[in-house]
C-alpha cells in the first residue's frame, strides 16, 4: 500500500533553514507527481510546492524564492529545502501523491519558525 513518511521538522529561527524529507513505498515513485502541503494552526491546509516525474518544480508564491522541492527516484525520496523561514511558514508539513483516483498523505512533520 501506499506509504508517505515525512521527517526532518524541527524549531529553528527567524531566517534559519530546514529540509524535510519523505520517503514514499508502495506505488511508483520514478512516475508520481509529487507534492508539499502545509497547514497552519486555524487554517486550511495550503499547496506548497509540487514537482513533476521528470523534476520540474512549481511553487506558492508565498514560498517562491526561499523553498526548493526536489526528488531523488533512486531513494524514493522527495525533499523541500526551506530558507529564509518567517514564523508565518509556522505549520505541519505534508507530502502527498495522487493514484488511482485517490489522494495519500503522510502523518506530517512539524515546523515551528520562533525566536
Known amino acids: 500500500q501506499v506509504q508517505l513518511v515525512e521527517s526532518g521538522g524541527n524549531l529553528v529561527q527567524p531566517g534559519g533553514s530546514l529540509r524535510l524529507s519523505c520517503t514514499a513505498s508502495?506505488?511508483?515513485?520514478?512516475?508520481?507527481?509529487m507534492s508539499w502541503y502545509r497547514q497552519a494552526p486555524g487554517k486550511e491546509r495550503e499547496w506548497v510546492a509540487g514537482?513533476?516525474?521528470?523534476?520540474?518544480?512549481n511553487y506558492a508564491d508565498s514560498v517562491k524564492g526561499r523553498f526548493t522541492i526536489s526528488r531523488e527516484n533512486a531513494k524514493k525520496t522527495l525533499y523541500l529545502q526551506m530558507n529564509s523561514l518567517k514564523a508565518e511558514d509556522t505549520a505541519v508539513y505534508y507530502c502527498?501523491?495522487?493514484?488511482?483516483?485517490?489522494?495519500?498523505w503522510g502523518q506530517g512533520t512539524q515546523v515551528t519558525v520562533s525566536s
Open positions: 502527498t501523491v495522487r493514484q488511482s483516483g485517490s489522494s495519500y
Open positions: 508502495g506505488f511508483s515513485f520514478n512516475d508520481a507527481f
Open positions: 514537482i513533476t516525474d521528470l523534476g520540474n518544480p
